[in-house]
């Protein structure tokens, strides 16, 4: 194991003097050979498990890539309650042998003064940098060694603070406003294929917008990513990983993903960390371009996903890394041995107040990249440093990333960073930026490491192409969620996250939470803080509805929510403008009009208010259907795609101060279209002799009423129910070749006929049968089968009784006639033994009959009036028709 120290503290207490002899000192290890020049950059992470009753560990991790000498992560480790007070501290170094360390912190579920922590929401947080042996020798000498360890730890190069929750026991659940998720992406990309849904219906959530889940960072062998799963641990050399762009795209959207941005070292093109003299400048600038192609490409061929191809630019040591997009050139600074310049336009080098003012006149945007509190974004000798153009083209920042050199492609990683404190200082420099998350991935596992996503909303109907998907950037409809199946909305009168409006009077906000996996909220945090104070970002409330009234000036609030299983979701903030004065307590006045020209029904709103109108919306069946911001305020709806039956809008007006009203409902029928398709229908046959059973299916765009069953051109029988069955009696049939053909009919009267389908019968014609002892009562009576016209039996004493069973159908007609010796009486009897019939002469010839009113038994009876005889036998003659 690495050399390491550990201290633990009870917070608010410190040792006194500790003996020299228990810090750290130099070790001898030798100095790595550097393959990033210019690009050593610290990874940090600590593990914290959120769900427990008490006791349970936190995993600190390192990776070190670029390190040009033995080095030494200094770290504090807090815990921390609700609040932010400090409960209990841990403090060390931690050799990074091969560029990375590790280190376990045992927890026993108590605080500093040994207190068990009582049931309820606390935090983790992380402090660690990097020093040099060397610097740790000299630095740590001198006074109290905790006072000597913190002011060591404030000076490190590289300083992380992370920050992450943990509940101790069971946590109640938070309330949060009703909210139907909006539709997503990937409900979106399931439109036909062949062609992209560039008109997709409107949202049928409370908002008219689509999610589109993604990854905004992430580089390939264009620079020092593409490594194969495998053998990837760290950053590859340039341009040496197995896989490139094209690779990225199709593994993101086999993924699942919505969209992948491949961000590339600006200053990798020449194939080197540092710069190449013999670097050819064609093959760079053809490079950047074939990638952007790479990109065009395949959005074209995958509806439904969005390849994005861009520059990570600048490097870490004593700069920051931002991606930039939209840019079709290449920027830089470099220059090969002939003076050529290995980038289409000059950028220098950590001049970042240079670099916005291009971009906004280049027309592209930005994201911060996992950013540091200090040391990075250099702007007048100002860490994170604001420029107006910097606020306007910098529409991004990451809070919370998985590890960039993480090889897991089941969602699972657990090493994550966050940077939530460089996003809270962009804020307050003045910055309008959203919070992403992302997983600058360097291993071929684009997007898949975590469920992490930065999540972009896009107007429903709109295309999902570069232009608008930049355009949501530019407008700052962005969330970030660690949970790829949740969704966070921040609304406040009546805005939208990312806006910035005036407001007089009260703001009252509205956190909007929806998960399709079941989980819930347990906590939720309103932060506000000051554009341009370049002060401290402060928690406003920790309720899903907070209402406040500004001071007069400006001002920002965002969201954080954290599910049960302590995952997270940051919204973009609002920006508010706030005005003195009065309150604008007067809301907008509005009605609704309507006007149809054939299936389309154009819906008109006039709003009026005291102040102004700042948006109308419209309303169908209850559901959000799309939402104006200025007049006309007209809306048309295609009724083709709307049900049958009667529908109704209404059309809501909100003021700056979030003041609204609605119109009253204008109702309209949607008629259902004439039909005229007829069925589609298919015969089977069962069985080829006896009672053959006639099968149908039938299908209809509206829906099948009626099946006939045709047998050798005459109907044969029907169904009005499914199954489409018909029961056949094939001994009517002669024995041979016969042919079936269905008709179906819909309500319409429209009917679909299906092909002849071939069946042969095959009877044993039985026209004879004797009677069989012993058959004296109903139950025990001899069965007749079907073509049996004679039955023969006798009387063997005055006493005897001779039953036989006929079945019959609905409407058949049983006859029966009788010869024979003496005095014999022929009867006709149900199951019960009621008599149908009766014939009674003075001989033995007889005759009966009966006519069926529903399927039923019949059954023969034959007694013995007087005489018997064992050898003269009766006949029996039968008929069914």
Request: charged share 15%; with cysteine; hydrophobic share 40%.
């Given at each position: 194991?690495?050399?390491?120290?550990?201290f633990s503290?009870?917070?608010?207490?410190?040792?006194?003097?500790?003996p020299?002899?228990?810090?750290?000192?130099a070790?001898a290890?030798a100095a790595?050979?550097?393959?990033?020049?210019?690009?050593?950059?610290?990874?940090?992470?600590?593990?914290?498990?959120?769900?427990?009753?008490?006791?349970?560990?936190?995993?600190?991790q390192?990776?070190?890539?670029?390190?040009?000498?033995?080095?030494?992560?200094?770290?504090?480790?807090?815990?921390?309650?609700?609040s932010?007070q400090?409960?209990?501290?841990?403090?060390?170094?931690?050799a990074?042998?091969q560029?990375?360390?590790?280190?376990?912190?045992?927890w026993?579920?108590?605080d500093?003064?040994?207190?068990?922590?009582?049931?309820g929401?606390y935090?983790?947080?992380?402090?660690?940098?990097v020093?040099?042996?060397?610097?740790?020798?000299?630095?740590?000498?001198?006074t109290?060694?905790?006072?000597?360890?913190?002011?060591?730890?404030?000076?490190?190069?590289?300083?992380?603070?992370?920050?992450w929750?943990?509940?101790?026991?069971?946590?109640?659940?938070?309330?949060t406003?009703?909210?139907?998720?909006?539709?997503?992406g990937r409900?979106?990309?399931?439109?036909?294929s062949g062609r992209?849904?560039?008109?997709m219906a409107p949202?049928?959530g409370n908002?008219?917008y689509?999610?589109?889940?993604?990854?905004?960072?992430?580089?390939?062998?264009?620079?020092?990513g593409?490594?194969?799963?495998?053998?990837?641990?760290?950053s590859?050399?340039?341009?040496?990983?197995?896989?490139?762009?094209?690779?990225?795209?199709?593994y993101a959207?086999?993924?699942g993903?919505?969209?992948?941005?491949?961000?590339e070292?600006?200053?990798?093109?020449?194939?080197?960390?540092?710069?190449?003299?013999s670097?050819?400048?064609?093959?760079?600038?053809?490079?950047?371009?074939?990638?952007?192609?790479?990109?065009q490409?395949?959005?074209?061929?995958?509806p439904g996903?969005?390849?994005?191809?861009?520059?990570?630019w600048?490097?870490?040591?004593?700069?920051?890394?931002?991606?930039?997009?939209?840019?079709?050139?290449?920027?830089?600074?470099?220059?090969?041995?002939?003076?050529?310049?290995?980038?289409?336009?000059?950028?220098?080098k950590?001049?970042?107040?240079?670099?916005?003012?291009?971009?906004?006149a280049?027309?592209a945007?930005g994201?911060?990249?996992?950013?540091?509190?200090?040391?990075?974004f250099?702007v007048?000798?100002?860490?994170?440093?604001?420029?107006a153009d910097?606020?306007?083209?910098?529409?991004?920042?990451?809070?919370?990333?998985t590890?960039?050199?993480?090889?897991?492609?089941?969602?699972t990683?657990?090493?994550?960073?966050?940077?939530e404190?460089?996003?809270n200082?962009l804020?307050?420099?003045?910055f309008?930026?959203?919070?992403?998350t992302n997983?600058?991935?360097?291993c071929?596992?684009?997007?898949?490491?975590?469920?992490?996503?930065?999540?972009?909303?896009?107007?429903?109907?709109?295309?999902?192409?570069?232009?608008?998907?930049?355009?949501?950037?530019k407008?700052?409809?962005?969330?970030?969620?660690?949970d790829?199946?949740?969704?966070?909305?921040?609304?406040?009168?009546?805005?939208l996250?990312?806006?910035?409006?005036a407001?007089?009077?009260?703001?009252?906000?509205?956190?909007?939470?929806?998960n399709s996996?079941?989980?819930?909220v347990?906590?939720?945090?309103?932060?506000?803080?000051?554009?341009?104070?370049?002060?401290?970002?402060?928690?406003?409330?920790?309720?899903?509805?907070?209402?406040v009234?500004?001071?007069?000036?400006?001002?920002f609030?965002?969201?954080?929510v954290?599910?049960?299983?302590g995952k997270?979701?940051?919204?973009?903030?609002?920006?508010?403008?706030?005005?003195?004065?009065?309150?604008?307590?007067?809301?907008?006045?509005?009605?609704?009009g309507?006007?149809?020209?054939?299936?389309?029904?154009?819906?008109?709103?006039?709003?009026?208010?005291?102040?102004?109108?700042?948006r109308v919306e419209?309303?169908?069946?209850?559901?959000?259907?799309?939402?104006?911001?200025?007049a006309?305020?007209?809306?048309?709806?295609d009724t083709?795609?709307?049900?049958?039956?009667?529908?109704?809008?209404?059309?809501?007006?909100?003021?700056?101060a979030?003041?609204?009203?609605?119109?009253s409902?204008?109702?309209?029928?949607?008629?259902?279209?004439?039909?005229?398709?007829?069925p589609?229908?298919?015969?089977?046959?069962?069985g080829?002799?006896?009672?053959v059973?006639?099968?149908?299916?039938?299908?209809?765009?509206?829906?099948v009423?009626?099946v006939?069953?045709?047998?050798?051109?005459?109907?044969?029988g029907s169904?009005?129910?499914s199954?489409?069955?018909w029961?056949?009696d094939s001994?009517?049939?002669t024995?041979?070749?016969?042919?079936?053909?269905?008709?179906?009919?819909?309500a319409a009267?429209n009917?679909?006929?299906?092909?002849?389908?071939?069946?042969?019968?095959s009877?044993?014609?039985?026209?004879?049968?004797?009677?069989?002892?012993?058959?004296g009562?109903?139950?025990?009576?001899?069965?007749?089968?079907?073509g049996?016209t004679?039955?023969?039996?006798?009387?063997?004493s005055?006493?005897?009784?001779?039953?036989?069973?006929?079945?019959l159908?609905?409407?058949?007609t049983?006859?029966?006639?009788?010869?024979?010796?003496n005095?014999?009486?022929?009867?006709?009897?149900?199951?019960?033994?009621?008599?149908?019939?009766?014939?009674?002469?003075s001989?033995?010839?007889?005759?009966?009959?009966?006519?069926?009113?529903?399927?039923?038994?019949?059954?023969i009876?034959?007694?013995s009036y007087?005489?018997s005889s064992?050898?003269?036998?009766?006949?029996?003659?039968?008929s069914?028709?």
């Amino acid at each position: 194991m690495p050399p390491q120290r550990l201290f633990s503290l009870p917070a608010g207490r410190f040792l006194r003097a500790l003996p020299v002899a228990l810090l750290p000192v130099a070790l001898a290890m030798a100095a790595p050979v550097n393959p990033l020049p210019d690009h050593t950059e610290l990874e940090a992470h600590v593990v914290v498990p959120y769900a427990g009753s008490g006791a349970r560990s936190f995993d600190i991790q390192w990776q070190y890539p670029g390190a040009k000498t033995a080095s030494l992560a200094i770290w504090k480790l807090e815990l921390l309650s609700d609040s932010g007070q400090v409960l209990r501290q841990w403090r060390g170094t931690q050799a990074l042998s091969q560029i990375a360390g590790r280190k376990t912190v045992a927890w026993d579920g108590r605080d500093g003064r040994g207190q068990t922590l009582p049931r309820g929401h606390y935090q983790v947080r992380l402090k660690t940098g990097v020093v040099s042996e060397a610097q740790w020798a000299v630095q740590s000498a001198g006074t109290a060694a905790i006072s000597r360890f913190d002011q060591v730890l404030a000076k490190a190069d590289d300083l992380h603070e992370h920050v992450w929750p943990m509940a101790v026991g069971a946590v109640s659940k938070v309330a949060t406003p009703a909210f139907q998720a909006m539709p997503t992406g990937r409900q979106g990309a399931s439109a036909p294929s062949g062609r992209m849904s560039a008109l997709m219906a409107p949202a049928t959530g409370n908002l008219p917008y689509t999610v589109y889940y993604g990854n905004l960072h992430s580089q390939t062998n264009d620079s020092d990513g593409g490594g194969a799963i495998g053998s990837c641990t760290s950053s590859q050399s340039p341009q040496t990983g197995a896989y490139g762009p094209s690779a990225a795209f199709a593994y993101a959207k086999q993924g699942g993903l919505d969209f992948l941005l491949t961000s590339e070292h600006n200053h990798m093109y020449d194939a080197s960390s540092g710069t190449n003299a013999s670097a050819s400048r064609s093959t760079a600038l053809a490079r950047y371009q074939s990638g952007l192609q790479a990109a065009q490409q395949y959005s074209a061929s995958q509806p439904g996903f969005l390849a994005l191809y861009g520059m990570e630019w600048g490097v870490i040591s004593n700069g920051g890394h931002l991606n930039i997009l939209g840019s079709n050139e290449l920027w830089g600074w470099e220059s090969n041995g002939q003076n050529e310049l290995l980038a289409d336009r000059l950028t220098a080098k950590n001049d970042y107040a240079a670099l916005y003012t291009t971009m906004k006149a280049q027309g592209a945007v930005g994201q911060f990249n996992h950013p540091d509190t200090s040391g990075q974004f250099i702007v007048n000798g100002q860490a994170l440093g604001y420029t107006a153009d910097g606020e306007e083209v910098m529409v991004l920042s990451e809070v919370m990333n998985t590890s960039a050199f993480s090889s897991n492609t089941t969602e699972t990683e657990t090493s994550m960073s966050r940077f939530e404190a460089a996003f809270n200082i962009l804020l307050e420099r003045g910055f309008r930026v959203a919070p992403s998350t992302n997983q600058d991935n360097h291993c071929a596992n684009w997007g898949l490491s975590s469920t992490n996503r930065t999540a972009v909303l896009l107007p429903s109907g709109a295309a999902y192409n570069a232009a608008n998907f930049l355009s949501a950037l530019k407008a700052r409809r962005v969330f970030a969620t660690m949970d790829k199946n949740s969704q966070a909305v921040l609304q406040a009168n009546g805005h939208l996250m990312g806006e910035r409006f005036a407001n007089t009077g009260a703001l009252s906000m509205s956190v909007l939470f929806a998960n399709s996996a079941g989980r819930s909220v347990s906590k939720v945090e309103v932060f506000e803080g000051v554009p341009g104070r370049n002060g401290t970002v402060t928690l406003l409330g920790t309720s899903a509805q907070q209402t406040v009234t500004p001071a007069t000036g400006r001002h920002f609030y965002y969201a954080r929510v954290t599910q049960d299983d302590g995952k997270q979701l940051w919204t973009a903030p609002v920006w508010v403008d706030q005005q003195a004065g009065q309150a604008d307590t007067t809301p907008p006045q509005v009605a609704l009009g309507s006007s149809t020209s054939g299936s389309l029904v154009t819906f008109t709103a006039t709003a009026s208010d005291n102040v102004g109108v700042a948006r109308v919306e419209f309303w169908l069946d209850g559901v959000q259907y799309s939402s104006l911001t200025a007049a006309p305020y007209s809306q048309g709806v295609d009724t083709g795609t709307l049900t049958a039956g009667s529908h109704s809008m209404v059309a809501k007006a909100f003021d700056a101060a979030g003041n609204q009203a609605s119109s009253s409902p204008v109702s309209f029928t949607v008629a259902a279209p004439a039909d005229t398709q007829a069925p589609v229908a298919s015969g089977t046959v069962s069985g080829t002799s006896g009672t053959v059973t006639l099968s149908a299916t039938a299908t209809d765009n509206v829906g099948v009423t009626k099946v006939e069953f045709w047998v050798d051109g005459a109907l044969s029988g029907s169904a009005t129910a499914s199954p489409w069955q018909w029961a056949l009696d094939s001994t009517k049939l002669t024995n041979g070749s016969h042919s079936l053909v269905v008709k179906a009919f819909d309500a319409a009267g429209n009917v679909g006929t299906s092909g002849a389908v071939g069946f042969t019968v095959s009877n044993t014609t039985t026209v004879f049968m004797s009677e069989k002892e012993s058959n004296g009562t109903v139950a025990s009576a001899n069965g007749v089968s079907a073509g049996i016209t004679k039955i023969t039996g006798t009387m063997g004493s005055r006493t005897d009784k001779d039953f036989f069973a006929v079945p019959l159908k609905a409407g058949q007609t049983l006859s029966v006639s009788m010869t024979g010796p003496n005095d014999y009486d022929l009867y006709l009897v149900n199951a019960s033994g009621t008599q149908l019939a009766a014939s009674e002469n003075s001989n033995s010839t007889e005759s009966v009959s009966y006519k069926a009113a529903s399927a039923t038994t019949v059954y023969i009876k034959v007694i013995s009036y007087s005489g018997s005889s064992t050898t003269q036998v009766y006949t029996l003659t039968l008929s069914v028709k």
